[in-house]
């Protein structure tokens, strides 16, 4: 019965006028100056329980401490929020679980559908990314040694060297590579994933409708940028007395070009146009929309520089940032950006609109990403702090489609597997040790994973793990769709119910110690849920403990009501 109840109906909260909340920061200037004008009422601010649960799953994965929310709750100081933003920024398990973000969008597997890295590859790659985001190395640093990186691909000091592997290209020629890289590097660091589509013809008749800007761009455009990547190359250590026996070195030749003379491969023949007269054979590189020539000694190199002077870049950043805190981007595919569709001082010629639904907050967000020396932390603490950001999720009125673009309440995410993972491991305080090859420790989080394809170790983990959709890192995204499968798992793996004995658990042998029926109950939503019951979920609760005659029937009842809370909705959504 307790399992059934929805967490919408847990959290008190009723629509207020957009211009009676606070102002924080541009953030709230735009988004609630934009419900104002079109007469929609927001959602009240979140309270103290829901804030506090939301801001420890979206920056550091996990779900709080008891001691921490009745520390929260007892704070009445006016800029507590703020403060407790700041603790989760700086604490370590903020990098576990942007680690985990940017190793998705940086595509780290030991194996995928075009490459092996091997597991010290994608070991050296899994440190490489962490240690950035734990020193709070800039983005645009980041972007730059990830698409230069160069050296032994298994060596910890070239872990970035990893990410040009994306670019190899089984069963192809050498421009197949130079596609591929730019493919993957411009979706990920600009949001432009329509060039995979460009470098096999022109815009024109296929992107009409979906992009001015792709719709306008041809195929030697797009082939003039993957020709920056044509000095790339990738050496591969076959010989077995090597030290980094099949790893790659990744280098840059001094010489190279990208020709149009192919008829085999995975994109359509590459064949050369006639330019004034004579076939244009050999390209020279050319940035898109700016006519920009690389330097002799490294193409690559340019690239790079060029890419962090795009105005896209920052754009992308921003919009995808947003979309981790908000559950929905200003700009929607993060991946399929229209750059002729974004400047609001230079809006499309109709019947096209600006792409954003809030064209003038993203141009913000990405100069304000710039100003900051493209610093993840502070942009995420300048999210966090929004009035925008701490809307409660609930709307106490009729929610309309047209609500959605504008942010009038916060949208709740089903948790990732991982964290789904971590929140049932830290309320119970049952400690898993996965063995990782090469791996110097056990893995007790599942945040510290470094792939979705871990713990390989151990395959019931890893259904339950994959059961939450975690994607491959490759073709196959993270998704938020829930399923049967993944309830079945929840009410019946092991790795839930073993873990639901007091015998094992210390959080439930606390819950135990505690003399009163309701003082328990109220532990044990704290513990789970991150939140007190209500007067119904209490009364319940408290009865199903009440009629316990022995301490070890109390045991049990304690046991059935930490399942429910694992089963109940909300334990399942940072909301």
């Not at 929260?72 to 604490?91: H, M």
């Not at 993060?334 to 974004?342: C, E, N, Q």
Request: proline letters at 6%; one cysteine or more; charged letters at 20%.
């Amino acid at each position: 019965m307790l399992a059934r109840l929805c967490w919408c109906h847990l959290i008190w909260s009723v629509l207020i006028a957009a211009d009676s909340l606070p102002r924080r920061n541009f953030v709230d200037l735009e988004i609630f100056d934009k419900m104002a004008a079109q007469n929609v009422l927001p959602a009240r601010l979140s309270g103290d329980e829901e804030f506090l649960r939301r801001i420890t799953l979206d920056l550091t994965g996990r779900i709080p401490a008891p001691a921490e929310i009745r520390e929260f709750l007892a704070d009445a100081s006016p800029n507590k929020r703020d403060r407790w933003i700041d603790r989760r920024i700086d604490a370590p398990e903020f990098t576990d679980k942007w680690t985990l973000w940017l190793g998705d969008l940086l595509q780290n597997t030991a194996s995928s559908s075009n490459v092996s890295r091997q597991i010290e590859g994608r070991n050296a790659f899994h440190n490489w990314i962490r240690g950035s985001i734990a020193e709070d190395k800039p983005l645009w640093q980041i972007a730059y040694e990830a698409v230069t990186g160069e050296g032994v691909n298994y060596a910890p000091a070239s872990g970035a060297a990893n990410y040009p592997l994306v670019a190899i290209a089984p069963g192809g020629p050498s421009q197949d590579a130079c596609d591929q890289m730019l493919v993957r590097s411009a979706s990920a660091f600009l949001g432009l994933s329509h060039y995979d589509c460009l470098l096999c013809h022109n815009g024109r008749g296929h992107l009409d409708g979906i992009s001015l800007w792709g719709a306008g761009t041809t195929r030697l455009e797009a082939q003039r940028m993957a020709a920056f990547f044509a000095r790339l190359r990738f050496t591969r250590q076959s010989n077995t007395a090597l030290e980094n026996y099949n790893s790659y070195l990744v280098w840059d030749a001094p010489a190279g070009t990208y020709d149009l003379n192919t008829n085999f491969g995975n994109r359509p023949n590459r064949v050369a146009p006639s330019v004034q007269g004579r076939p244009l054979v050999n390209l020279t590189p050319e940035y898109r929309g700016t006519g920009a020539t690389p330097r002799p000694e490294n193409w690559r190199a340019s690239f790079a520089e060029f890419m962090l002077n795009d105005p896209m870049f920052a754009r992308n950043l921003a919009n995808r940032i947003w979309k981790q805190m908000f559950n929905l981007g200003l700009a929607e595919p993060v991946d399929a950006l229209d750059p002729a569709r974004l400047d609001p001082d230079h809006p499309p010629p109709a019947p096209w609109t600006l792409q954003a639904t809030h064209p003038r907050l993203l141009e913000r967000l990405a100069r304000e990403l710039k100003d900051r020396n493209f610093s993840l932390r502070a942009l995420v603490r300048m999210l966090a702090q929004s009035s925008a950001y701490q809307l409660s999720s609930r709307y106490d009125a009729e929610w309309k489609l047209e609500y959605v673009p504008l942010f009038a309440r916060h949208y709740a995410r089903r948790l990732e597997g991982e964290e789904v993972h971590d929140a049932i491991v830290k309320a119970t305080g049952v400690m898993p040790k996965y063995t990782v090859q090469d791996w110097p420790v056990a893995v007790e989080w599942a945040l510290l994973l470094p792939e979705p394809a871990e713990p390989r170790s151990n395959g019931a983990a890893l259904g339950f793990l994959n059961s939450f959709l975690r994607g491959n890192r490759d073709n196959l995204p993270r998704a938020q769709s829930g399923s049967i499968l993944q309830q079945l798992y929840l009410m019946n793996d092991a790795f839930v119910t073993t873990r639901v004995k007091k015998a094992a658990s210390p959080g439930l042998q606390a819950v135990s110690g505690i003399a009163g029926n309701e003082a328990a109950v109220n532990e044990l939503f704290l513990l789970f849920l991150s939140r007190r019951p209500n007067d119904y979920e209490r009364q319940r609760a408290v009865a199903h403990l009440d009629r316990a005659a022995t301490a070890a029937a109390r045991d049990a009842a304690i046991e059935d009501l930490a399942w429910v809370c694992i089963n109940k909705v909300d334990f399942l959504f940072s909301y």
